[in-house]
Structure formats: C-alpha cells, structure tokens
C-alpha cells in the first residue's frame, strides 16, 4: 500500500513537472516573439506552484520576469534597475547553466549600453564571449554568440572606436548567416547596424553596400514587420543621395513610393516608439520625397513638398517631442535650406534655416538652435556675408549649450575667417588660436573630419598672413595645424582602402605641412613620420599577413599586453584614491604589471619584427635609417595637390626639398618622355635630361652607390634608370637602384629572412597557335594578330634558368592556373614566362595567361598566400596599371607584393621576347654570384648595352622595362647535394685514399715478382 502511495506522489510530482516545463517553455516563446506582459503573467503562473520560495526553480522564474519587465520600460535608469536587481536574484541560485550564465549578461550589457556606462558593458560583454568560448561544445551557442558578437560592436560604436567595431559585426553576420540562414531578420539587421557604422567611416562606399545587402534580404524573405524594409528603403534613399548617386536615389524614391502604397494602411497605422506624437511612416516617406526633389535640384518640387510638410507633418502649439521627431521635424527646414545655400541663393537659404531656429527655439530644442545658427553662419562665410557670421557665432555663443555642441570650433572657425576677411588679422590670429589651443587640449577626444576641415582651413589662412606680413609666427601656427591635422587623420584612418575623401584631405595635409617645413627650414623628420603614418597602410598590412611568420602569433602577445595595460591602468586610478597602506601593495602590483609588459614587448620585438612595425601607431625614422646602406640614399617622392617634394634620406641625414616642377606639369613629362620609350623615338634623350634636373639633380645624389627610390602615384611608371645626367650617361651606369612604395613596406620587406634554403620554380605556357584559332577569346585574337601570341624566346628562358637551379619547371601542359596556385607558396623563387594582360579600363580583369587561356584575374592575386624571397615577372606590362589615389600603381607587380612576395622584378612596358631572355639569365646569373638584386640586375643591364651590337639595341625600351622592387638583399642559392664543398674535398679524399691503396698494391706486387 505505501508503496502504491509513493508511486502515485512521484507520478503527481512528474505532472507538476511536466505542467511547469510547459508553461516554461510558452513563456520562453512569449519572451522571443517580444511578447513580453503574456510571458511576465505565465512565470507568475508558475510561481504559484512553487512553494520553496528559496528554491533555484522560484528564484529562476522570479529573475526572468524582472528581465521581462525591463522591456516593457522606455527610462534606460529603470531598465538598468530592473535588471540588476534580476541579477541579484540570479547570483542566488545554486546551479546555474552556462546558457543562463551566457544570457544574463547578454541583458546585461545590452542595458548598459544606453546607460553609457560603457567599460563596464565592455568587460560584461568581453566575459560573455570567453564563457562561450570555454564550453566544449561552444557551436550550441550560436544565437548567444551572434548576440555578443553585435553588442561587442555597439560597444565600440558608442566608444567611437569605428573601425574595431566593425570585425564583430562582420563576425556576427557570419554566425546569424550560419545560424538562422544569409536571408533572415538577424542577418539583415546586423547588415543595416554595418551600413549605419560605415557612414562614421571614410569607407561610405562599404556601407552602401551593406545597406542594399539588407534590402536585398528584406525584399526575399517579406517580413511581417513591413515598416522594416520600409525603413530600410529610407536608409538607403539617405546614404545614396549624400553619396551623390542621383540614379541610386530615384530608383529607391521610386521602390520606396511603391512599397508605401501598397502597404499604406499597415504603415500608417504602425507605432513607433520614437514617433509618439508624429505619424512614423508619413513623416519618414515625405522626408524622403525632400531629399529625393532637392538631390536633382527641383527647386519647384522642393517647395512644393515643404508646404506639403507644414501642412501635414508640423503639429500646431508646442509638443513634448522625442528626440527623432525633433530631429526629423528641423531637418525638413535645413534639407530645404541646403538646396538653396548651394545654389548661391542666400536669401532664401538663410530664410528656411530660420525656420529651423524658429522651431527649436520654439520648443527650447538647444541643440536645434545651436545647429542652425552653425549652418547659418557657415552659410553667411560661404557667401563672404562676414558681419552676419559674427551675428550668428555670438548668438550661438550666448547659448547655455555651447560648451557641449559639438561644432562650436567650426563656428569659431566661421569666425575667425569673418574677422580675416574684414581685414582684422589680429583678432583672426586670437580667434584660430583658441580653435588650435581646443583641439590640442581636447587631443584624443578630436576624432572628426571637421576638426581636419577647421585646422587645414585656418592653416591656410596663416600661410596667407605670413605671405602678406611675412612674421614666421603665423608660418609656425600654420605648420602646428597641419601637423595636429596629420595626427587625427590617423586616428580617423586605420588600413584598408583609400577613398577620394581621404585622398583628398592627405594631399592637403601633406601639402601643407611639408611647404611649411621647407619654409621653416625644419621639422623634417617630425614630417616625414607623419607623411609615412598617413600613407595608405592597405598595400603593406596585407603583405605582412600573408608572410609565413604571420602576424597571428604577434597580436596574440599584443592582446595580452592590451589586457596587462588596462589593468595597470585601473590599478593606477584606484592607487590614487587610497591609503598609504593600500598604495604600498598597489606599487608592487604595478611595478609587476610593468615588468610582465616590458617583458612581452621585448618579445615581440625579438621574435615578430614585422608585426611590431605594423602594429605601432607611430613610425620611426631613425629605426628605418638603421637599415640604409653606408652608400645608400632613399629618395622617398611625395605627390600633393600641387606641389613635389621629395625626402633624401641616409643612414645618418634627412634632406626635404620642394621640387622645381609642379605636379601637373611633371606628369605631362613623365606621360612624354615615357611615349618615347615605348615607341623607340630618339627624342627621349632631351626630356631625360629635364627630368633628371626636377627629380634627381637637387637632391645630391652624387657621393652614393645605390638608389632606393619610394615613389608615389604616376612616378610608379618611370623608370629612374634611364634619366640622363650632366655627364651625357645613365643613371644605371653610377647606381644600383631599387623601388618601393612606402617606407614602411620598404623596411618590413628589408628584415631578415631566417631561411637560408631556396627552391627555384619556373612556370611557362606553350602558347599553341591551333589553340588560338579555335578560340573567341578576344585577347588571344589580338595578341596573335600581332604576332606576339607565342613566346618562343620565353620558353627558352625558362628552361635555361631552370637548369641554372637545379628547380622545378612547370611548362607547357603542366604550367596550369591550377598548378600554379596549389603550388605557389612551397617555392621561394618565381619565374614567370608568360603573356600578362592590363586591361586599363576594368583593372579587376587584368591577367596572367596559364596554359591553354586560363587566366588568373588581378582580385584572386589577393586570395593567394605567396611568401617568397623573390619573384620574376617575365611578362608585359606587370609593373603598369591603374593608379588609385592614396594607393599607387595597381599591377599584377603589386597584386604579388600584396600576396606577401619580399621582392619582385616587374616590367613597366610590353617585355621584347628577343632581348629579354639574355637580360633575364644574366640577372639570375649575378644573383647566383651572391649580388644582390639591384646589383645583378644592373649589371645585367650593364652587360646587355656593352653586347648591343646597334645604337638601336641601346635604346632604353629594350633594357629598362625591368626593375626591381621591395627586398634588395642577396638570395643564397642552394648548392646541388654533390656540388657542395664538404662533399667535393670528402670526395677527393676518398679517391685520394683509393689512389694510395691501388699505388701500394701494385708496389708490392712488383717487389714481389722481383
């Protein structure tokens, strides 16, 4: 009986388990689908059968409805309260999951966030992501990883920290995509949150991108929300209009016009939070329509929906409006406004803009008010209106809010040009000043290209005061701006590619600041670290990842030294504010926390040179002259608006100069004289000499031996080689020169390699004509019409310096695409015979030509991991291409360098089969004799002009298409096993030893017949 008692309690308990398994899992759907008052009442449901009130299964539900609760508040203060107080009731029970343990803290830095207590969300969020990363089946906790991944992202979006934020939230798009799928709400919301970030970033175009993916994924998968790809229509309208994409805007005007009809009664009838007084859709659809009207200079139609605007939008008498709405509603004023301030109609864009102020004043919207008076007076120094400027600047200065709008030293700026253009230099120069003595104080906080806009503004302004009073203060004022401008323009770039944006603002500040140091007569190294800081990192940071000795290994150390820092510099804050007692065990902590860090310092600079360079905010000069030759001067160009200049830099001196010719006038010789070559006209000589008088003759080279020249945009194309001297002589015959594009890379390139063996590889096609008659290809077509379609000099060349090495030769069936990338990196020197096509104008479908057509296109270069000592480009035109700004050339050279290729041989011009090989295996010859690359292949050269039998042959296009550039240093070429010395004298020796014994035997032989 007691028995049949005891089963029958177990079967009511396992029922009141089940039910409250149930339950549980309805309020966890309730939770997911933002149902959150039905899930607070089905835990409290529960929590009635609970009796053990100190039970983990009441304290579990009771810590989940505080969560649940915290949604449903708007006031982020009471959001936080409810969900430490969850957390308190959490830290109570005694068996927590690690999914639990995962999620609370996941809620919890989510609500710290808009509590901008941002350190503490970042070590929640940062101790989130480790306690994933510690379980052993850490896949299980994909959606929790997403989640973390994003708020990871916010956090440092919040810091202003851009370009970290932007690895997570690509991480994430990768875990929802593997997740829920690439065509889901999570990815596409991540992928609007990318889109949003990039427009803080120079890189607007990535950003677009990410924004039609979002729309792409919205538009497939028709979520039920349809104010999602409403908003997402809007977005993207924005960004394309301000990118200046008029096509773009119309045709999302359009998508946008006809998702709003179709849907009107769903989005007119959608609440939006941030709408509570407006209505969400219309206010957003017509702010659209402005933007869409005053993108193509509609004056009529912007008109037109303005009125259309107060009549339906603008709310009579004064509202308690939320953020947006107040933002949304100014905005209509100043779009409207814009339109006619660029259009040189002041009048009417100073009327709209009063609107806007009319507005905020009227609802004591502070930063309205302080926004229009900026636009206002920025409007009135536009059109050279100076005493409105002063009106609206004290105006706006009278505002209690100035001190925190964020373009008060914009308005100062306004300012301080008004007073310049009434003539007032005095008060200009106390006005710039106190704009420079903000932004110097503010140092780290100034993280804009407004603060770049201000100081190369005012900046310019002083180089006109010092030219019309010539006192070297404003000339020293000018330079600190350009300088400081320098230093945020490196905040603001961090690596990747270059934009006109930044293009633009680098050649300003180079410009200006290396004018103002040859003026001032110094801070030439001050400039040249900063010139090189600011050089597009894209190029080199991506040859150091593809090295063998990658960078993994290094930014796992700097990590720890990030973390070691952080904590010391806590450690710092809190020995500060404590006693004697407590201060004496800090400083024994901090000085261990500064011996763990010096120590993995050390470590990376002995073990990951390459990785130290790259990874530092700041580049040394005097690190960089340690590597220059004794007889070794680097001439490193540098290409601004308007102005060359050109730094000479040794071992132990810095030269800066500005260069005799403008830019736009040097690039017309260069395209000249560079027409010469290539079309065999004797004519060259003259323009040779000219350019050898604006390039090389002020920067006296003449007591050096070898060359490095680091050049910069067009200057790629030249080759320094045959500029002609004072003595009627190339500069080939004085000088070794080599090339690179920037210092850094040059230096990283330049370390030691720890390798002492070298495999030789040789790839080369037979390019067969009965192929090449069966194909439409119309670059086969045209080389065969020209005749160059086989390159039987080419062949040969290969198979000879193949010989050479004893190396692998991939020729005719065997020199395939395929072979060549699965093989590739197991080599430590590449020759490649073979045809190179530039398409010039879609650089992207540039080639190299493999066996049987197959090309490998210039964006998969950047796929490949090459970490060779060398590689030789035996083809037309590798070294050409298209220049990008901020960027260089971009050839299939340098698609090699960007692969992790130490050094390359390129060819500026179409390579002549006949000639080539016989430079080629003498070049390979020298290095053989251990001279280094510049060296063997000036000798080379050399040895070519000394053999030319015709003045023809001498000619520069049949000897300079060559150059080498990035790595000068030796190669040591491997020795076949028997060719080595100790295998050579064992060899003797043995035969020596055979030698006595036959000598002996045949001695005794004879003595014994006698």
């Known amino acids: 009986m007691k028995k049949k008692y005891f089963l029958l309690l177990l079967f009511l308990s396992f029922g009141a388990l089940f039910a409250q398994n149930s339950k549980n899992e309805k309020a966890e759907l309730l939770f997911s689908n933002e149902a959150y008052t039905e899930a607070i009442a089905v835990r409290k449901e529960i929590l009635k059968s609970i009796d053990d009130k100190n039970s983990d299964a009441y304290k579990r539900q009771l810590y989940k409805i505080k969560i649940a609760e915290s949604y449903l508040i708007s006031d982020y203060a009471e959001m936080l309260s409810l969900v430490e107080e969850a957390i308190t009731i959490f830290n109570g029970i005694e068996k927590k999951t690690p999914h639990e343990k995962i999620q609370i803290n996941i809620e919890y830095f989510n609500v710290l966030i808009p509590n901008e207590d941002l350190e503490k969300a970042l070590q929640v969020a940062s101790q989130a992501h480790n306690l994933v990363l510690a379980q052993k089946n850490s896949e299980k906790f994909g959606a929790q990883t997403a989640k973390i991944l994003q708020g990871l992202g916010n956090i440092k979006w919040f810091m202003q920290e851009w370009e970290t934020a932007i690895p997570y939230f690509k991480k994430a798009i990768e875990k929802t995509t593997e997740i829920y799928g690439y065509y889901s709400l999570e990815t596409a919301n991540n992928c609007t949150l990318l889109s949003d970030l990039y427009s803080f970033t120079p890189d607007f175009n990535t950003g677009l991108d990410y924004g039609l993916k979002a729309q792409e994924i919205y538009e497939k998968i028709q979520p039920e929300n349809k104010f999602l790809l409403f908003q997402q229509y809007a977005n993207n309208l924005s960004n394309f209009k301000k990118y200046g994409d008029l096509e773009k805007t119309g045709e999302l005007m359009e998508k946008l016009t006809e998702y709003f009809n179709k849907n009107k009664t769903y989005l007119l009838n959608y609440e939006h939070q941030d709408f509570p007084n407006l209505n969400a859709a219309k206010s957003i659809y017509l702010y659209r329509k402005l933007q869409n009207a005053t993108a193509r200079q509609d004056f009529t139609e912007t008109e037109k929906v303005y009125a259309r605007f107060q009549k339906e939008i603008m709310l009579q008498g004064s509202r308690s409006y939320s953020p947006r709405e107040r933002n949304t509603l100014s905005k209509f004023s100043l779009e409207t406004g814009f339109l006619f301030h660029h259009s040189g109609n002041y009048e009417k864009a100073i009327k709209y803009y009063s609107n806007a102020l009319k507005f905020s004043q009227s609802i004591n919207y502070n930063f309205g008010v302080l926004q229009a008076y900026w636009i206002m007076s920025t409007a009135a120094a536009d059109n050279q209106k100076w005493d409105d400027v002063i009106h609206y600047v004290d105006l706006a200065f009278e505002n209690p809010d100035i001190k925190k709008f964020n373009q008060s030293m914009t308005m100062q700026n306004n300012l301080g040009h008004a007073y310049y253009g009434k003539g007032n230099y005095e008060k200009a120069f106390v006005v710039f000043n106190k704009v420079l003595k903000h932004y110097f104080s503010a140092d780290e906080d100034v993280n804009n290209f407004f603060a770049i806009q201000n100081l190369n503004e005012i900046a310019g302004v002083y180089l006109k005061m010092h030219q019309k009073q010539s006192d070297s203060k404003y000339l020293e004022e000018a330079y600190k701006a350009y300088h400081l401008s320098s230093i945020i323009f490196s905040r603001l770039y961090r690596g990747g590619k270059f934009n006109d944006q930044l293009a633009t603002y680098q050649g300003q500040i180079n410009e200006g600041m290396l004018l103002c140091a040859t003026m001032l007569d110094e801070h030439f190294q001050e400039a040249a670290e900063r010139v090189e800081i600011n050089n597009s990192d894209l190029l080199w940071s991506r040859f150091l990842d593809n090295q063998k000795d990658s960078s993994i290994a290094g930014s796992m150390l700097q990590a720890k030294i990030d973390s070691l820092n952080n904590e010391k510099d806590k450690t710092e804050l809190v020995a ?78 810095l030269l800066l100069k500005k260069l005799p010719i403008n830019k736009l006038k040097l690039r017309e010789s260069i395209d000249d004289y560079l027409s010469d070559l290539k079309n065999f006209k004797t004519s060259y000589r003259e323009k040779s000499e000219k350019l050898y008088g604006v390039l090389i003759k002020p920067m006296a080279v003449e007591k050096y031996k070898k060359l490095t020249i680091i050049n910069d945009g067009f200057l790629g194309y030249l080759p320094f080689e045959t500029l002609i001297n004072e003595n009627n002589s190339f500069l080939l015959e004085d000088y070794q020169i080599s090339y690179s594009t920037s210092l850094k890379l040059w230096s990283i390139q330049n370390e030691s390699n720890a390798n002492p063996s070298t495999k030789f590889a040789a790839f080369s096609p037979n390019y067969k004509l009965s192929f090449a008659a069966n194909t439409e290809d119309k670059t086969v077509k045209d080389l065969v019409r020209e005749g160059n379609y086989q390159l039987l000099g080419a062949e040969r060349e290969a198979k000879t310096i193949n010989a050479l090495f004893d190396g692998m030769l991939f020729s005719s069936e065997k020199a395939t695409k395929n072979n060549f990338v699965s093989n590739v990196s197991n080599y430590d020197v590449l020759h490649l015979a073979m045809h190179a096509v530039l398409d010039e104008d879609n650089p992207a479908k540039s080639s190299l030509i493999f066996e049987n057509n197959e090309k490998l296109y210039l964006p998969e270069f950047y796929q490949l991991q090459i970490p060779a000592k060398l590689a030789v480009l035996s083809a037309c035109n590798t070294g050409a291409g298209e220049i990008k700004r901020g960027e260089g050339v971009q050839s299939l050279s340098r698609a090699f360098t960007y692969a992790g290729v130490k050094s390359t041989v390129m060819s500026l011009w179409p390579a002549p089969d006949r000639e080539t090989p016989e430079i080629m295996l003498s070049f390979y010859k020298n290095l053989k004799k251990g001279q280094n690359k510049a060296q063997a292949l000036q000798q080379a050269k050399l040895e070519y002009l000394k053999n030319a039998k015709t003045e023809k042959l001498q000619h520069p296009f049949y000897w300079a298409g060559f150059v080498i550039s990035g790595d000068n240093s030796p190669i040591h070429f491997s020795e076949p096993f028997w060719q080595k010395p100790i295998v050579i004298i064992a060899l003797l020796i043995v035969l020596a030893s055979l030698l006595v014994i036959v000598y002996s035997r045949k001695r005794k032989n004879n003595s014994t017949s006698l």
């Open 576 to 653: 500060k504010n404590n006693s004697k007692t407590t201060k004496d065990s800090l400083k024994t902590k901090l000085e261990k926390l500064t011996e763990a860090i010096t120590e993995l310092q050390t470590r990376i600079v002995k073990n990951y040179p390459s990785f130290y360079e790259f990874s530092q905010k700041d580049f040394d000069l005097k690190r960089l002259q340690s590597k220059v030759g004794d007889n070794e001067l680097v001439l490193r160009y540098v290409l601004t608006d308007s102005i060359v200049f050109a730094f000479g830099i040794t071992k132990n001196k």
